[in-house]
C-alpha cells in the first residue's frame, strides 16, 4: 500500500498534519539522505547524527517544500547542507537544538506543535530515558530553558546537561521515525489532567491539607529537593508548604507538561499584598513518578531570560 503512495501525495499529507505521511516520506528516503552523508562524512556516528538533524529539519520545514514531486532531492539537499555544517564547525553544535531558526520563525517547540502533532513528539519523547526526557523537557518547554537552568534544576554540571541534549537529539529523530505510523496518546488530555491534578495540590495546599497529599500520592520514602545540596523527604515538603500558606503566599498554575512518569509544573508565586518581594516570582515543580506515585519532587525558581537571551537561545546560538 505504501509503496503504490506517491511522494506528492505523501508530502501533501505531510503538511496538513499527517504525522504517518511524514513518516513514511523519511523512511522511504532515509537511505538516499545516508548515502550522501557517508559520501561526506565517511562511516561513523556523524553521518548518523547528519540524517537525524536532516530529518528534523524536515519535521519543521516540510510546510515550506512547494514543489511536493522533489522530497527526494530535497531531502538530500538538506542531509548535505547539515554534513557540511559540521565540516565547517569549528567546536560541537549546540546540544539538542534543533536546527538555527530564521527571524520570525517559532521556536523550536512552536514548530514542532505546527508541523507534526503534539501527541506524536511527546509519544517520542516518552521512548527517551527519564534524563533524556526531562533534560528535553526542560530545554523546549519551560522557563527554565537555559543550559544554567536545566542544570540546577537536575542537580548536574552544564557539561552533562550538554552530553544529555546531544543524545536527545539523536534518539528523539530516531523515536520520530520509529513511531510515525503507531497510535499516539493524547496529550492534550494528559496535560488536562495533569493541569487539574496540579490544581487540586495547591487547593489542598492552601486549606491546611498538604499532608493528605503526600500521604495520599507520594511513596513513603519519596524524596523532596527544595534547593541545591538540600534533600528530604515528605515531612519537610508537608512543613514548607504550611509556611508559605501562613506568609499569606498563594501559587497559581500556568502550564503543564507531561510524559511518562515526569510532570513539569510551572505556577507563578504570588506575595503577600503587605510583602511583595516575599518570594520569587515563579516556581517550577519537577514530578517523578513510579507506577503512579510521586517519588521525587524537585522545586526551582527560575530567572527569567533578558529578551535578547531570549532571541539568542531560540535562534539556536
Not at 537511505?31 to 559520501?39: D, E, F, I, K, R
Not at 515550506?64 to 565540516?87: H, I, K, Q, S
Not at 520569587?280 to 507506577?291: K, M, Y
Request: aromatic letters at 4%; charged letters at 25%; one cysteine or more.
Amino acid at each position: 500500500m505504501v509503496g503504490r503512495v506517491s511522494d506528492i501525495d505523501l508530502v501533501t499529507a505531510a503538511q496538513a498534519g499527517d504525522v504517518a505521511g511524514l513518516g513514511t516520506l523519511l523512511a522511504r528516503h532515509r537511505a538516499g539522505m545516508t548515502a550522501v552523508a557517508l559520501s561526506i562524512l565517511g562511516s561513523g556516528p556523524d553521518a548518523e547524527d547528519a540524517v537525524q538533524d536532516a530529518a528534523l529539519v524536515a519535521l519543521r520545514r516540510i510546510g515550506e517544500l512547494r514543489d511536493p514531486g522533489a522530497a527526494g532531492p530535497w531531502l538530500r539537499a538538506v542531509t548535505r547542507n547539515r554534513c557540511l555544517a559540521r565540516l565547517r564547525a569549528t567546536r560541537p553544535l549546540p546540544v539538542a537544538e534543533l536546527p538555527a531558526l530564521a527571524a520570525g520563525d517559532p521556536t523550536p517547540d512552536q514548530a514542532l506543535d505546527r508541523t507534526a502533532t503534539r501527541d506524536w513528539v511527546r509519544q517520542a519523547l516518552d521512548t527517551l530515558s527519564e534524563p533524556l526526557r526531562l533534560v528535553t523537557v526542560l530545554r523546549y518547554f519551560t522557563e527554565a530553558s537555559s543550559y544554567e537552568q536545566i542544570a540546577a534544576v537536575c542537580g548536574v554540571p552544564v557539561g552533562t546537561v550538554r552530553s544529555r541534549l546531544s543524545h536527545a537529539r539523536g534518539r528523539l529523530a530516531a523515536a520520530l521515525l520509529e513511531t510515525a505510523d503507531a497510535a499516539h496518546d493524547d496529550a492534550a488530555a494528559r496535560d488536562a489532567a495533569q493541569m487539574r491534578e496540579a490544581r487540586e495540590v495547591l487547593e489542598a495546599g492552601q486549606r491546611g491539607r498538604f499532608a493528605d497529599v503526600v500521604r495520599d500520592t507520594w511513596e513513603p520514602d519519596a524524596e523532596f529537593i527544595p534547593r541545591d545540596g538540600l534533600r528530604a523527604g515528605g515531612a519537610l515538603a508537608v512543613q514548607g508548604m504550611a509556611m508559605d500558606t501562613e506568609a499569606g503566599v498563594r501559587q497559581r498554575i500556568l502550564t503543564v507538561t507531561a510524559t511518562r512518569d515526569l510532570a513539569v509544573w510551572e505556577a507563578e508565586l504570588i506575595s503577600p499584598p503587605d510583602r511583595p518581594d516575599h518570594c520569587p516570582p515563579g516556581v517550577i515543580w519537577v514530578l517523578t513518578r513510579r507506577a503512579g506515585r510521586v517519588r521525587r519532587l524537585r522545586l526551582f525558581h527560575p530567572q527569567p531570560a533578558r529578551p535578547e537571551a531570549r532571541e539568542k537561545s531560540s535562534a539556536g546560538q
